[in-house]
Nanobody
Framework: QVQLVESGGGLVQAGDSLRLSCAAS????????VGWFRQAPGKEREFVAA????????NYADAVKGRFTISRDNAKNTVLLQMNSLKPEDTAVYYC?????????????????WGQGTQVTVSA
């Protein structure tokens, strides 16, 4: 079993940067692909980015390509989401999720474990 805890959210202005962190517990974290999803008020949870077990492949939603970067450090059981050039439409609760032996899917149904989320608010 894997437990996930997100941190790093906050209130920023448009154009600013934030770095979200997803800390995992469990010795088998390196067997999980990890994804970031977000959910804005009144909207469905949507895919943001994902990274494979070894970190050799990444996958991004079109809305964040070129602005967000996902990375992982299996030795530290951590996955990071660097978010640059933030826009008001990036405002949402951001969740990380783990997919056992996954391939970095954009399908939230694939993911087995979820964190509690961290709020990101971008003002215009």
């Amino acid at each position: 079993q894997v437990q996930l805890v997100e941190s790093g959210g906050g209130l920023v202005q448009a154009g600013d940067s934030l770095r979200l962190s997803c800390a995992a517990s469990g010795r088998t974290f390196s067997s999980y692909a990890v994804g970031w999803f977000r959910q804005a008020p009144g909207k469905e949870r949507e895919f943001v980015a994902a990274i494979t077990i070894t970190g050799t492949r990444v996958n991004y939603a079109d809305a964040v390509k070129g602005r967000f970067t996902i990375s992982r450090d299996n030795a530290k059981n951590t996955v990071l989401l660097q978010m640059n050039s933030l826009k008001p439409e990036d405002t949402a609760v951001y969740y990380c999720a783990a997919d056992f032996l996954g391939q970095g899917s954009d399908n939230r149904g694939r993911y087995d474990y979820w964190g509690q989320g961290t709020q990101v608010t971008v003002s215009a």
